[in-house]
């Protein structure tokens, strides 16, 4: 066996396989179970929450002129004997909070 062609060859098969991680990492989505648990994790620092959603399918969003894909969904705390609602907006790549809305229930 030729030694230079052996680590030629493991050389190529490692610089391949780094790429490959890479190109996989950035096309890669955070689970939206995982993304539900950490925006969980920073609604009950206050108080418990008393439900929660979050839509599985990741869709197009933009803020300030950037362009994400994101994962939408909800958020119920009690509070004094009230519910207060929330709507969340996290990217899919990374499971960021991008945005929080308080839910006003309009009547009428």
Do not use: C
Not at 11 to 20: E, H, K, N
Request: glycine share 10%.
């Amino acid at each position: 066996m030729n030694w230079k062609s052996f680590f030629l060859g493991a050389a190529v098969g490692l610089a391949g396989g780094y790429v490959t991680k890479e190109i996989l990492a950035k096309k890669t989505n955070v689970s939206p179970e995982k993304v539900l648990v950490h925006v969980k994790k920073q609604f009950t620092q206050n108080e418990p929450i008393s439900g929660s959603w979050i839509h599985m399918v990741a869709e197009p969003y933009e803020k300030q002129q950037i362009n994400y894909q994101v994962y939408k969904g909800g958020i119920s705390k009690n509070k004094n004997g009230t519910t207060e609602q929330f709507e969340f907006i996290a990217d899919a790549q990374t499971g960021t909070l991008l945005d929080i809305r308080p839910v006003t229930e309009e009547l009428g």
